[in-house]
T-cell receptor
Framework: NSKVIQTPRYLVKGQGQKAKMRCIPEKGHPVVFWYQQNKNNEFKFLINFQNQEVLQQIDMTEKRFSAECPSNSPCSLEIQSSEAGDSALYLC???????????FGKGTRLTVV | QQKVQQSPESLTVSEGAMASLNCTFSDGTSNNFRWYRQHSAKGLEVLVSIFSDGEKEEGRFTAHLNRANLHVSLHIREPQPSDSAVYLCAVSMISGTYQRFGTGTKLQVVP
């Protein structure tokens, strides 16, 4: 069973507001991923980290999205100015190494009204 | 750009009958494939991971990979109503980092 903890489970924000969600990866997992799953079940990779360093990120995250994984603190994903199109399930996942299993949290469901 | 497509979009089977789900991908050099199940309350649960052509069984779940045909399938033996969920196929490179997902097959198992 996955021990990736995401908070909050649900988040409601008005357009233009800041939205922040957190993720505690499984203990001993230095690699963390963030994905966005929209209402059509389309997954979009956003960013991933190894320890505190960004490994890969898509262009979208370089604008309104920011993320970090500080040492000894939860990882976080923040949307600076939420838009209706940001409404989605945001999933955090972690793994121990390159060829090891990936474990997902239950996600944060963001609704932008 | 890797494209991952799943079929059918939805599937209804009777309890105890075999359920078969399909996934095609566009990049033949991919070599890391996973099937996940997504319950709304439980999040994503990995069912089977497969890295080479052939078959991999995990309990009632069996994955078949044929990279030449760009195809990976999942077969669920003796499905139960509790197996009703969305099943997702994910593809990546072992040397890469993130997975590309299909849009899922919604499985309903009826008594």
């Amino acid at each position: 069973n996955s021990k990736v903890i995401q908070t909050p489970r649900y988040l409601v924000k008005g357009q233009g507001q800041k939205a922040k969600m957190r993720c505690i990866p499984e203990k001993g997992h230095p690699v963390v991923f963030w994905y966005q799953q929209n209402k059509n079940n389309e997954f979009k990779f956003l960013i991933n980290f190894q320890n505190q360093e960004v490994l890969q990120q898509i262009d979208m995250t370089e604008k309104r999205f920011s993320a970090e994984c500080p040492s000894n603190s939860p990882c976080s994903l923040e949307i600076q100015s939420s838009e209706a199109g940001d409404s989605a399930l945001y999933l955090c996942a972690s793994r121990q190494g390159r060829n090891t299993e990936v474990f997902f949290g239950k996600g944060t469901r963001l609704t932008v009204v | 750009q890797q494209k991952v497509q799943q079929s059918p979009e939805s599937l209804t089977v009777s309890e105890g009958a075999m359920a078969s789900l399909n996934c095609t991908f566009s990049d033949g050099t991919s070599n890391n494939f996973r099937w996940y199940r997504q319950h709304s309350a439980k999040g994503l649960e990995v069912l089977v991971s497969i890295f080479s052509d052939g078959e991999k069984e995990e309990g009632r779940f069996t994955a078949h990979l044929n990279r030449a045909n760009l195809h990976v399938s999942l077969h669920i033996r003796e499905p139960q109503p509790s197996d009703s969920a969305v099943y997702l196929c994910a593809v990546s490179m072992i040397s890469g980092t993130y997975q590309r997902f299909g849009t899922g097959t919604k499985l309903q198992v009826v008594p």
